[in-house]
């Protein structure tokens, strides 16, 4: 085993979990008899998810005609999967920026592209109809959270990496080559760590190639159409950023979309992810 696997994973083994409001909020709402009461009691154990939620509630993305004070209006209002994706939507904001990164814009650089990756994947959700929207969400916020670990711990690897990409390999061959690992086996392992649902840590480790899915095929393709859709049209991205990744046509089929499912989505990304930087206070 390389030095460089090696460091890459004892930086897994060290790293610090998401929030625990946000895995309980994920395996909460797989419940099938769970209600919105059951998730604002995990919720308001942290007030600054509660707040963030209650901020979100009121924003431009649902329009409601009096302001939201309470979770338990919340919930009655949203119910229980846009109450969770919500919940997420802030623990994850506030992870990913805050993790005391060395490079604080390529950390805000990847909390835009999660938004914007989890936005594309509950729209391709919804015109498949064989996904459910909030756990495409759910799927598109997390499924980079590997990257989390070659931003913050491996730093001296990566200029070979942006060289590999510049001659033209392929990304994930790419880190698979600097570090022993691409950031979707990374995330999966995370995912697994935190005790995230079987099913999303799957689809976090196959979403660049939904062939190698050993679980939810449709899943891990909205998930790989998701990002493909986010770097096709530079949402969030610092200029020189973007990264080409390889294009899976067979995602298309088992979600029983057509090839060009992707070309309408562009507004709708820069659209939410505006509202999503005007809610999180970002200029």
């Known amino acids: 085993m390389s030095t460089a696997l090696n460091e890459l994973l004892e930086d897994i083994k060290s790293i610090e979990p998401l929030p625990q409001v946000a ?65 997420l939507t802030s623990c994850t904001g506030r992870y990913l920026r805050d993790y005391g ?14 938004i914007a990756t989890a936005v594309a994947a509950a729209a391709i959700a919804e015109r498949s109809g064989r996904i459910d929207r909030h756990r495409a969400y759910t799927l598109g916020l997390l499924e980079n959270i590997g990257q989390i670990v070659l931003l913050r711990f491996v730093p001296e690897h990566r200029e070979r990496l942006a060289a590999a990409i510049a001659s033209g390999t392929d990304p994930v061959d790419a880190e698979r080559a600097a570090y022993g ?45 998701a ?32 090839h060009d499912a992707l070309d309408t989505l562009e507004h709708l990304l820069r659209a939410e992810l505006a509202k999503a930087r005007a809610i999180f206070e970002i200029a």
């Not at 995330?187 to 099913?199: D, E, I, S, T």
């Not at 859709?229 to 969030?236: D, E, K, P, S």
């Open 23 to 87: 895995t309980r909020v994920m395996q909460l709402a797989a419940e099938p008899d769970v209600v919105p009461h059951d998730l604002i009691a995990v919720i308001q154990s942290d007030p600054g998810t509660t707040a963030k939620v209650l901020k979100l509630c009121n924003s431009s993305l649902y329009g409601f005609q009096r302001e939201i004070a309470s979770l338990e209006e919340a919930g009655n209002r949203l119910g229980v999967q846009t109450l969770s994706s919500l919940a």
């Open 101 to 114: 990164y060395a490079d604080p814009e390529a950390a805000l650089a990847l909390w835009e592209r999660s």
């Open 181 to 225: 690992l691409s950031h979707a086996e990374i995330g999966a392992r995370l995912a697994r760590k935190w005790n995230f649902p079987a099913k999303l840590v799957e689809a976090i480790r196959a979403h660049h190639d939904p062939r190698r899915s050993h679980g939810d095929l449709a899943l891990a393709s909205v998930g790989h159409l």
């Open 227 to 258: 990002e493909v859709a986010t770097h096709r049209f530079r949402v969030g991205d610092r200029p020189g950023e973007s990264v080409p990744f390889d294009l899976q046509e067979s995602a298309f089929t088992w979600l029983d979309l057509p």
